[in-house]
């Protein structure tokens, strides 16, 4: 019995839902496997066309999706998704990072639609619409907080989390309403291990005349894919990265930084113990291993300790 890679539901002998595939296009019976094997895959992203158009750690190409070929095509301009193949050097991140964008979407974090396709050598790689293209290659203004704060690739790390408030404060339509979904969004993070959230990693984007959030993105626990992680936190919080305390967190950064009222920090943390028992339930069904799923549950575990 097969799991469909895009929502998760038994699917038969079938690789993908009926559901799954309509998500991608009404129309759609089959979802042909991509034309290349992981390493080509990374070899790609490698090239300098793909690489100057989406940059980062992780091996990522631009890519369409065509209702016609019923498959992914990876392009060099105009693409309306992401697609990141297998690493070479961390393992399951596509796996990782589809169940932890999954997992944020029960916590009520708005994600873009994403999910898991296999490749020909039978690889999993990770596909995300982009939230910042609609129409024919038409794109909303967006910029990222390295880009609103004179920040480089090379110091997207040499910032605080208190500073990132007085950008939300400077450039957010309605600032405390981003100010609260930007708490929801760290308390996640640090709950499901994600210690690489720089400053290219949160956005903001305009549309309807308004400046908000973009949607999350790159949400994984990045903590379990690394060996032994030194940090908690990308930015530093109270002057560390590290050893956090619910008290950093909730009295400290929720109420006296981004001014946040106690009941929306109590809603918050309500929220979060709320979807522990579903998050379990991701992880048992996801893709990753047996190993990194151990990995994980311990994690979330132990986070969800010091609250």
């Known amino acids: 019995m097969n799991r469909c890679l895009i929502t998760y539901e038994t699917c038969g002998e079938n690789l993908y839902s009926e559901a799954g595939l309509r998500m ?23 090239s300098g066309i793909i690489k100057s158009a989406i940059q980062g750690v992780q091996p990522k190409l631009s890519g369409t999706f065509s209702n ?19 690493s070479d050097i961390f393992p399951e991140l596509p796996e990782n990072e589809d169940l932890t964008m999954r997992m944020a979407k029960s916590f009520g974090i708005n994600v873009p639609l994403h999910g898991l396709v296999y ?23 967006t910029e ?8 480089s690739r090379d110091t997207k790390y040499n910032f605080t989390m208190e500073k990132v408030v007085k950008v939300i404060d400077e450039y957010c339509t309605f600032p405390s309403v981003e100010k609260a979904e930007f708490f929801k969004r ?33 949400l994984l626990n990045s903590s379990m894919a690394i060996k032994n992680p030194q940090e908690e936190m990308a930015l530093t919080l109270k002057g560390k990265k590290s050893n956090f305390k619910s008290s950093d967190l909730i009295d400290y950064f929720g109420k006296e930084r981004l001014h946040l009222s106690d009941k929306v920090i109590d809603f918050t943390i309500r929220k979060m113990f709320g979807s522990t028992q579903k998050w379990n339930e991701l992880i048992e069904i996801s893709f990753l291993s047996s190993d990194m799923k151990e990995k994980y549950i311990r994690l979330l575990t132990e986070r969800l300790s010091r609250f």
């Open 144 to 151: 990222d907080f390295a880009q609103l704060t004179g920040s």
């Open 186 to 218: 760290i308390i996640f993070c640090f709950i499901t291990g994600n210690e690489d959230m720089h400053l290219k990693n949160f956005s903001l984007i305009t549309k309807s005349g308004q400046v908000r959030l973009t949607p999350g993105y790159d």
């Open 68 to 86: 016609r070929n019923q498959q992914f095509q990876i392009v060099h301009q105009h693409g309306n998704f992401i697609i990141k193949p297998q």
């Open 24 to 46: 991608l296009s009404p129309y759609l019976k089959t979802l042909h496997s991509l034309p290349f094997s992981a390493e080509e895959l990374r070899l790609e992203a490698a």
């Open 119 to 141: 490749g020909k050598d039978n690889s999993k790689s990770y596909f995300i619409k982009r939230f910042d293209r609609y129409g024919k290659n038409k794109k909303y203004a």
